[in-house]
Each structure stands twice: as structure tokens, then as C-alpha cells.
């Protein structure tokens, strides 16, 4: 049964996509119907699909979109078959860019970029500096499936170094790294959806988000120079042991490392074009990327002489893959059918007229002083990044706000990165959990609050000192 529904599911939700990138190009009403249908055929399969408690979420949210619609539209039926199409552009998205991790498997790019660093990486600070930095960079390749990779990479290279302590350096530096990724990398669903719907220049909060993601790099290093002091242990001398038997593994021991060179020109050649086509095409980013991905991940495998790697990973993404998402995806249907009915409905405009006057009684608060909270506590109720910052920009984007829409853009990633740092019950820190032994409140909250609360106060004295002026 389950092997049926799980067919029923990939079949379900790869014709949707395939349905929405066709009928933006080309419109037609039996196409768009069909959207929908496949639309409900996604929803219905995956609930079928996953057990009672990875759907209690879903359910909720549906209950509540539909109960909105119910007393709200005017015309039940056109709302929700036009509900069901609100995250056609993000289900395109998700579905596409998982693909680019098949590139990494084909050749040991991590491996070869930390023997290269070897100089860099001599002291525990600059380590944990370029692990964050390296988990932020994978991220644009894997998204949060970054976690369990650097996690298992550094497990590797640290195998023999067990402990709170080890355990500690090794999560923080990953699960910070991600969370500041969602900051400012274009291939996150979450950023570029929000980037879209608040109407923001990209260029300008992909720099802002880069700058406050260093900013943030810089002050995980801060805390986990007094964390390593705290436990009393030597990281420095242990990881040079380790970073000296890594070189002596590596297949490049010249100067020029040629594995490398080639990560960053992919790096660059994948990134660059998703740039130029938007410039030369006009196409928003959430089509944009996808396309771009598709065609260079074909190229890749094309021009490396491996179209038998690429039909394996094809055949294994359809056969058992896209099933493994049926709760991310099932989550972003739902939020879109809730986002639409508020949308239609005038709660929306409720809960902003709440803030307004929360806001109006304390002089010195405002809605982006707000904002974080909203997402991170929707994070502690199990929303992932991507269905917060989707629900909240969804009611936010009908809002013409005061402020340059790039410092909203801030705000909202901003408790996105509090949220996947604490909370026990969103995806990164469940993956984390499973592979290293420890319970989430200790991945999560214990290890990150501090860190958390100055993270927030740092990026809110730059949002509000540009208020004021």
C-alpha cells in the first residue's frame, strides 16, 4: 500500500510542477484546472502517505484555510481551486533544486577544499570559522540536507574526538552556518520567496543578508572561543593532527589542487548564470533558478562523461527521493492554502492592525521589532523555515510598509535564523539530534540561546538605528 502511495505521490506532485512551469509559458484554462487537481492529488497522497504525527500540522493548517474560506469568499469553489495553485512557484523550486547535490557526490570537493585550507584551518577559531563559512557555501548545493552532510564529514575527519565539548564545536558551527545561509543564499526557497514577495531588490538583500551572515559568522567564533574555554579542551592541537593526516590523503599534494578549482568555477558558472538569465529573460527568480539548475546539472554530467551517474541519480530521486518530501511538501501546500484564505479574508489585515497598535502603546517598539518573534514562534510550533517565512510574507506582502522593503526582508530572515537554531522541532535540529546523540533542547535552545539573543540584538540596532535616520 504504501509503495502505491508513494508512486501516487511522486507521480502527484512531479506533474504539478511540471504543470506550472508549462502554464507559465503557456496559458490555458484546462491546464490550469489540471494544476489544481494535481494540486489536491499532492495533498491527499502525502497525508496517505506519512504516519498520524508528521501530519497533525498539515491538518491543522488545511482545517483553518478551509474554515476561513468557508465563512469568508464569496465563491468557495474559485478560492480554493485558485488556493491550491498560491505555491506552485516554490513547489516548482523544491522539487528542482535538490538535483544540484548530485554534483557534489561525484567528486570529494569538501575533502580537497579543507586539505587546500590546511594553513587556514592551524587554530580552532579559524577552523569553526571556515566550517560555518563551508556549511553557508554547501547550503546554495543542499539546502538544510547540508547539516547531516558536514556533520558526517566532520564526524570523519574527527572520528576519534567524542564528547560534549567536540559535540558542541561540530553542531553549533553547523547549525549556525545553515541558519545564517538563509540570510542572503539565493538557491534557499525561503529568502528568495521572500525576496519576491516583499517586492525587495535582490542584490541589495542578498549584501545586506551577507553582511549581517558574516557579522553573525564572526560572533559564533566570539562564543566559541569562551565555549572552548569553558570545557577546558585543546581543539588547536587536536585538529592540526587531523588536518595533517587529511593533506597526506589528498589526491592534489601540489599547490594547485585542481579539485578545487573546479568547485568554485561550478560554484560560480551555476550562480552567474541564474544572474545573467534573469537580466536577459526578465523571468522572476523562482523560475529562473530551477531552469538554470536543470540545464547546468544536464551539462555538468554531459561535459564530465557520467550520463550513467546522472541516470541512477534520476531514477533513484523518482523511485524513492521526492517521497522522502512528502512532509516538507505537504506542509507548503497547506501553508498556501491558509496564506490565500487570509489573504482574501481580512485577518491578515487584523493581526497587522494588532501590531500597529502594540506598537503604538510602547513608543519605541515597531513591526520589524516584532516580526522576528512571529517567526520564531511559529518555529517553536513546528513550522520549518521556509512555511514561517512563506505564511508571514504571505500576510506581509499586501502591506505597504515605511521602510525600505530589504530591511523587512532582514527582519523576517532574521528570526528565521533564531528559529533554526532553537527550536527543537524544526527539520535541521531534528537531523542534528538523530546523528549526534543529543536532545534537541541541548542542540537547540542550551547551546544556542545566547548566542541567539545577541544575534537579535545586533541585527535590530541596525535596523532600528536606519529607522531613525
Not at 279 to 307: D, H, N, S
Not at 379 to 398: A, D, K, Q, R, W
Request: glycine letters at 6%; a neutral charge; charged letters at 10%.
Amino acid at each position: 500500500m504504501n509503495r502505491k502511495v508513494a508512486v501516487a505521490f511522486t507521480f502527484s506532485v512531479s506533474s504539478y510542477a511540471s504543470l506550472h512551469f508549462i502554464t507559465y509559458f503557456y496559458h490555458a484554462s484546462v491546464l490550469s484546472a489540471m494544476l489544481s487537481i494535481t494540486g489536491v492529488l499532492t495533498l491527499l497522497s502525502a497525508l496517505l502517505l506519512l504516519p498520524i504525527k508528521k501530519i497533525q500540522l498539515q491538518l491543522c493548517l488545511i482545517i483553518t484555510a478551509l474554515s476561513v474560506l468557508f465563512f469568508t469568499s464569496h465563491s468557495f469553489g474559485t478560492d480554493l481551486i485558485q488556493a491550491l495553485q498560491q505555491m506552485r512557484s516554490l513547489i516548482g523550486l523544491l522539487l528542482i533544486v535538490p538535483i544540484i547535490s548530485w554534483v557534489l557526490k561525484e567528486e570529494p570537493y569538501i575533502e580537497e577544499i579543507m586539505s587546500f585550507a590546511h594553513n587556514f584551518l592551524n587554530k580552532s577559531q579559524k577552523f569553526y570559522l571556515g566550517l560555518m563559512a563551508m556549511t553557508q557555501v554547501i547550503s546554495h548545493f543542499l539546502l538544510f540536507g547540508v547539516v547531516p552532510m558536514m556533520y558526517q564529514f566532520i564526524e570523519t575527519f574527527l572520528k576519534d574526538h567524542k564528547g560534549e565539548a567536540w559535540e558542541n564545536f561540530k553542531g553549533t558551527a553547523i547549525l549556525r552556518g545553515f541558519g545564517l545561509s538563509t540570510l542572503w543564499v539565493i538557491s534557499i526557497p525561503s529568502f528568495i520567496f521572500a525576496v519576491e514577495a516583499l517586492d525587495a531588490t535582490l542584490w541589495k538583500s542578498i549584501t545586506l543578508g551577507f553582511v549581517f551572515a558574516f557579522a553573525g559568522t564572526l560572533l559564533s567564533v566570539v562564543f566559541s572561543y569562551y565555549q572552548e574555554k569553558k570545557y577546558d579542551v585543546d581543539f588547536s592541537s587536536i585538529l592540526r593532527q587531523e588536518v595533517e593526516k587529511a593533506m597526506m590523503n589528498s589526491r592534489n599534494q601540489g599547490k594547485w589542487n585542481k579539485d578545487v578549482a573546479e568547485f568554485f568555477f561550478l560554484f560560480l558558472s551555476l550562480f552567474g548564470t541564474i544572474f545573467l538569465v534573469h537580466e536577459l529573460t526578465g523571468l522572476e527568480f523562482l523560475l529562473t533558478i530551477p531552469l538554470v539548475i536543470l540545464v547546468w546539472t544536464f551539462f555538468y554530467f554531459l561535459l564530465k562523461r557520467r550520463t550513467a551517474s546522472l541516470a541512477v541519480e534520476t531514477r533513484f530521486y523518482f523511485s524513492a527521493g521526492i517521497a522522502k518530501q512528502a512532509q516538507q511538501f505537504s506542509i507548503l501546500m497547506s501553508a498556501g492554502l491558509l496564506i490565500y484564505a487570509l489573504n482574501q479574508s481580512s485577518v491578515g489585515g487584523y493581526v497587522i492592525n494588532a501590531m500597529n497598535f502594540l506598537t503604538g502603546i510602547v513608543p519605541f517598539l515597531n513591526i520589524l521589532f516584532l516580526i522576528p518573534f512571529i517567526v520564531i514562534l511559529l518555529g517553536f510550533i513546528g513550522l520549518g523555515p521556509l512555511p514561517v517565512i512563506v505564511l508571514v510574507t504571505g500576510v506581509l506582502e499586501g502591506i505597504s510598509f515605511p521602510y525600505p522593503p530589504e530591511l523587512v526582508v532582514l527582519a523576517i530572515t532574521s528570526g528565521s535564523v533564531i528559529s533554526i537554531i532553537l527550536s527543537p522541532f524544526v527539520m535541521p535540529v531534528i537531523i542534528l539530534s538523530s546523528i549526534n546523540g543529543l536532545s534537541g533542547i541541548r542542540n537547540g535552545l542550551q547551546f544556542n540561546l545566547k548566542y541567539a539573543i545577541a544575534f537579535y540584538i545586533m541585527v535590530q540596532l541596525f535596523i532600528q538605528t536606519i529607522i531613525l535616520l
